[in-house]
């Protein structure tokens, strides 16, 4: 399967704990997403890189969020100390910027987040 | 944070049914796509949308970049009872589509 991929899939953590989630794009795509979606609501963009430089981070990135991407394939989200708030759907998404190409972003199958 | 404008928000029909949806916008929008997302998964995307007026099909599916740059439709017709699902349009304000900016879903479901 050579589509996007996520781990894990779901994750349960008690309040204050720090949790890291990880994607893999579509091989060779330079340009890398991250959303957050809670139920009932359409996602919302977080962040995104294009090769390892992060290029916007969303206000609802707050300093407990980081994303990093360091060689410009596989990208980590880690949230600390989290909030039972941030539970929801992480999603990511990858796409292919270049001439010819439409930078259609494709998703992962997300990360389930519960904190209790 | 901003989301577009889709309806309707559910929509229960009988397996054979067309089905039109659609999603609006207070700013102009460049690219427009449209994902269906089944629970527990990701979207997957249906038909993406680069030109004003442009009409795209993608076998039972069709739609439309509104020429206001404002909004775009999603049809589907002789549904069945996979097009069970929420539908989510989502826009962007470059021609790259960067920032995607989600629809509050339409929830599609099909009786036989």
């Known amino acids: 399967d050579t589509g996007v991929s996520q781990d894990p899939r779901h994750k349960i953590t008690k309040r204050g704990q720090n949790v890291t989630f990880r994607c893999d794009p579509i091989s060779e795509h330079n340009r890398l997403y991250w959303y957050r979606q809670t139920l009932g609501q359409g996602p919302e963009f977080l962040t995104y890189?294009?090769?390892?430089?992060?290029?916007?981070k969303s206000r609802l990135l707050s300093d407990r969020f980081s994303a990093e991407r360091p060689k410009g394939s596989f990208s980590t989200l880690e949230i600390q100390r989290t909030e039972q708030g941030d539970s929801a759907m992480y999603l990511c998404?990858?796409?292919?910027?270049?001439?010819?190409?439409?930078?259609?972003?494709?998703f992962g199958p997300g990360t389930r987040l519960t904190v209790l | 944070g901003q989301q577009l404008n889709q309806s309707p928000q559910s929509m229960f029909i009988q397996e054979g049914e067309d089905v039109s949806m659609n999603c609006t916008s207070s700013s102009i929008f460049n690219t427009w796509l449209w994902y269906k997302q089944d629970p527990g998964e990701g979207p997957v995307l249906l038909i993406a949308?680069?030109?004003?007026?442009e009409l795209t099909s993608n076998g039972r599916l069709t739609a439309q970049f509104g020429i206001t740059r404002k909004d775009s439709f999603l049809n589907i017709s002789a549904s069945i009872p996979s097009d069970v699902g929420i539908y989510f349009c989502a826009g962007s304000t470059s021609y790259n589509t960067d920032k995607l900016i989600f629809g509050t879903g339409t929830r599609l479901q099909v009786f036989p």
């Open positions: 949308l680069y030109k004003a007026g």
């Open positions: 890189f294009q090769n390892e430089a992060q290029l916007e």
């Open positions: 998404a990858s796409s292919l910027l270049g001439q010819g190409y439409t930078d259609t972003q494709y």
